[in-house]
């Protein structure tokens, strides 16, 4: 199995790991749409590029 540096996806406590995130806040963050996931059924995962999207986009708006 390929290490979180080599994986496109996170599950949601790695992902909530990564961002200094409880594991309930994590999966609360999902549920309010803040972490966006892909479903497989019952299994979500967090995009590595969705996380890196998130944090590049922080003070973005403010930007002039």
């Not at 994986?7 to 949601?12: N, P």
């Not at 309930?24 to 972490?35: N, P």
Request: proline share 6%; aromatic share 4%; net charge positive.
């Amino acid at each position: 199995m390929p290490s979180n540096e080599e994986s496109l996806v996170y599950s949601v406590p790695e992902a909530g790991r990564l961002l200094s995130l409880s594991r309930v806040t994590a999966y609360e963050m999902v549920k309010q749409g803040v972490i966006p996931v892909l479903r497989f059924g019952k299994r979500m995962v967090v995009p590595k590029k969705a996380i890196e999207d998130m944090l590049n986009s922080v003070g973005k708006a403010k930007e002039i």
